[in-house]
T-cell receptor
């Protein structure tokens, strides 16, 4: 089945710790995206990548980092510099052009 | 002015009635328009795409686009309790092949269908 797989589903972070959220897609999509959603709020773009080995900051990139070494994978690291990381993190991908985004099931990150 | 604006709701509609969700966008060069449904605690799922002026129907859903008025709407006929969710409007502009492509989302309208 083609789709976007995010793991883990739930993640807990200790103070001062970096954590990495995984996103893998087998849809052969060029572009991949990371969003953050806080309770009752809309989606906020963290980072996005349109081709391998290239990515751009979104609206709230501070305290986050990404890599795009393979077309299928776009991991997000939440660093200790992100002081309020508790949120629902969504990964999405799309084909270039007039195509919609498709989302993974998300990862819920909480502070211990 | 926000790039994509939606009424946050909540919008309450009786079961069996038509639910009407509205979205306006600020950038005239916007070309692609999407509606997503998001159930509480879940990720958004695509329900409609529309690219040209007019209506597009898919089952109980109809998307309407008016580029002159910079307005896109979603109608849900014969509303069911299972339609209760937050509906997100998203807009994109397509530039050069390696241009700055990303969807811009509205903050969503929370819809409740009352049995």
């Amino acid at each position: 089945d083609g789709g976007i797989t995010q793991s883990p589903k739930y993640l807990f972070r200790k103070e001062g710790q970096n954590v990495t959220l995984s996103c893998e897609q087998n849809l052969n999509h060029d572009a991949m995206y990371w969003y953050r959603q806080d309770p009752g709020q809309g989606l906020r773009l963290i980072y996005y990548s349109q081709i391998v080995n290239d990515f751009q900051k979104g609206d709230i990139a501070e305290g986050y980092s990404v890599s795009r070494e393979k077309k299928e994978s776009f991991p997000l690291t939440v660093t200790s510099a992100q002081k309020n990381p508790t949120a629902f993190y969504l990964c999405a991908s799309r084909q270039r052009g007039n195509q919609p985004q498709h989302f993974g099931d998300g990862t819920r990150l909480s502070i211990l | 002015q926000k790039e994509v604006e939606q009424n946050s709701g909540p919008l309450s509609v009786p079961e069996g009635a038509i639910a009407s969700l509205n979205c306006t966008y600020s950038d005239r060069v916007s070309q692609s328009f999407f509606w997503y449904r998001q159930y509480s605690g879940k990720s958004p799922e695509l329900i409609m795409s529309i690219y040209s002026n007019g209506d597009k129907e898919d089952g109980r859903f109809t998307a309407q686009l008016n580029k002159a008025s910079q307005y896109v709407s979603l109608l849900i006929r014969d509303s069911q309790p299972s339609d209760s969710a937050t509906y997100l409007c998203a807009v994109t502009k397509v530039k050069s092949p390696f241009g700055n492509e990303k969807l811009t989302f509205g903050t969503g309208t929370r819809l409740t269908i009352i049995p």
